[in-house]
């Protein structure tokens, strides 16, 4: 995003708008006028669709012609824009939402999404997304079909694809993955401890199915590590048309 100097008369009313705290009013030869900071600016476009400048001086940059770091948080911060390379839109997929459709997660799995940087304004730098694929890469299987999956070189590692991405700071990112009932209460434990060094807040979200006996497969996880579940969830009641090969 982009303030045009020329315009502003640094009437402060956008400042506030800014979930970041990217816009600043600065004085720069001899003039003052709103300026954002890039590195804090995450393209979430708030200021402009939003905030209503007097005038007009907000002057975003269509995402097709944007450097690709920008593109980059312009799609995480958007939860329909397509992203080009990936050909998908949002940060993610709807996970549990759709999985009377999909089969995403079958009985014995146990899915993970988590949710880093939120709530909004938080914010969430790629390294500290890496950190945490790379720790849970040896126990988990990553989903494909979302944007922090696309980005790293390999989902067996969790590594980034590029060391240039590692400083880019997102308005949030989900890490979405799932594994076997048996290895989740470790993933969680590692959930845990790598949340500690994060500079940043972390959701962790667990998705399963639920058991005939009517307890969601996901309590006897939670159990083991020492969380009393609480029913306080999302639940799909699977008015969907089945997934072919439907277990
Ligand atoms: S609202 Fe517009 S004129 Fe006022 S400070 Fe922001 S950019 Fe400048
Ligand atoms: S695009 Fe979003 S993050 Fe960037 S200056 Fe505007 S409100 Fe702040």
Redesign the pocket.
């Known amino acids: 995003m982009y303030?045009n100097p020329a315009k502003?008369?640094?009437?402060?009313?956008?400042v506030p708008y800014c979930p970041t705290s990217a816009i600043q009013i600065v004085s720069e030869a001899g003039r003052t006028?709103?300026k954002i900071d890039e590195d804090k600016c995450v393209e979430c476009w708030i200021c402009y669709r939003v905030?209503r400048?007097?005038?007009d001086?907000?002057e975003p940059t269509p995402p097709e012609k944007m450097p690709f770091v920008r593109r980059l948080k312009f799609f995480f911060a958007s939860a329909t824009a397509v992203w080009p390379e990936t050909g998908m839109a949002g940060r993610g997929t709807e996970e549990m939402k759709t999985n009377d459709v999909t089969g995403r997660f079958k009985f014995g799995e146990i899915g993970f999404a988590l949710d880093m940087g939120r709530p909004t304004g938080v914010g969430v730098r790629v390294s500290d997304v890496e950190k945490m694929c790379k720790a849970i890469a040896p126990y988990v299987v990553f989903e494909m079909e979302n944007p922090v999956t696309k980005l790293l070189i390999d989902p067996k590692t969790g590594e980034v694809r590029s060391p240039e991405l590692r400083n880019v700071y997102l308005l949030s990112a989900v890490v979405e993955a799932k594994t076997s009932k048996e290895l989740a209460p470790k993933v969680l434990e590692i959930v845990r401890e790598v949340s500690k060094e994060l500079n940043t807040v972390i959701s962790v979200g667990l998705v399963c199915r639920v058991k005939p006996d009517g307890e969601p497969e996901a309590y006897e996880v939670l159990r083991q590590v020492g969380i009393e579940p609480r029913p306080n969830m999302k639940i799909n009641i699977g008015l969907g048309k089945p997934f072919v090969g439907w277990e």
């Not at 502003?8 to 956008?14: E, I, N, Y």
């Open positions: 303030i502003c008369v640094a009437c402060t009313h956008c006028f709103a905030a400048c007097p005038k001086a907000f």
